[in-house]
């Protein structure tokens, strides 16, 4: 079967990534797909060079208010041209074939808006892959039983769905991953991709696991309880 070439844009929302994003910008242009990739660097005004890194790599860059991820994201989504749109954080690797199979998804199943991948630790050890297979398959029931979950690592959808859609919600802490996935039910199927990339394992380096997974856990029951997630009850602090 011949697959359609397209335009795919990546946008990265970065704050201060000037460490990470050089490695996943070198990994971004080692994809395997032979289409037009564009890539955006939606930047909250950084201290760092992660503004020279990201042109360094031909990425566009957009300035973004320092108002969390999910604004960076809706930013760059503006001015991407591209038919399908790939949200990547700064500090995750994917695999090389990322964009061909998201790209094959879409053009063999016209029922699929969006989706996720597997996520695995960069250079994590063996409770960081146990805990990683625990959240891995919990997001893939979830999604088979038609409750789409997005941790946000790594995310795709079709362009006209994504705007129709309003884009990701700029008034939640946290869980507007989760949020914008169950409600792209409307249009059709969020699928998960047995597509890994690597995320880095900072935070969980840094704050533990018990504190991050609490902060996670907590913050998804107070969304599916109250369908909002309180900027002043939850403050996610970016960790360096």
């Not at 397209?6 to 704050?15: F, N, Q």
């Not at 360094?56 to 001015?79: D, I, W």
């Not at 199927?189 to 856990?217: D, E, H, I, Q």
Request: glycine share 8%; proline share 3%.
């Amino acid at each position: 079967m011949v697959i359609a070439v397209i335009v795919i844009s990546i946008i990265l929302p970065t704050l201060n990534e000037g460490k990470y994003l050089d490695r996943t910008l070198r990994t971004i242009k080692g994809q395997k797909y032979k289409g037009e990739v564009e890539i955006i660097v939606a930047d909250s005004h950084s201290d760092d060079d992660t503004q020279e890194v990201a042109r360094r790599h031909g990425a566009k860059v957009v300035l973004s208010e320092r108002l969390g991820p999910a604004v960076g994201r809706n930013r760059g989504a503006q001015v991407a041209k591209g038919d399908i749109l790939v949200f990547l954080d700064a500090d995750t690797i994917p695999s090389e074939n990322l964009l061909a199979c998201i790209s094959k998804t879409l053009e063999e199943r016209r029922d699929v808006v969006g989706g996720t991948c597997k996520f695995l630790p960069y250079k994590g050890g063996l409770v960081d892959w146990l805990i990683y297979a625990l959240t891995n398959g919990a997001a893939r029931v979830m999604i088979r039983f038609g409750v789409p979950q997005d941790p946000g690592y790594c995310f795709f959808y079709r362009r006209e769905v994504f705007e129709k859609l309003g884009g990701l919600r700029e008034d939640l802490a946290l869980n507007e991953t989760h949020d914008l996935a169950i409600r792209s039910k409307e249009y059709g199927n969020f699928v998960y991709m047995n597509v890994p990339v690597f995320t880095s394992l900072r935070r969980y380096r840094k704050a533990g696991y018990l504190r991050t997974l609490w902060m996670y856990l907590r913050s998804a029951i107070t969304y599916f309880k109250t369908g909002s997630v309180s900027k002043f009850k939850f403050k996610f602090e970016p960790v360096r």
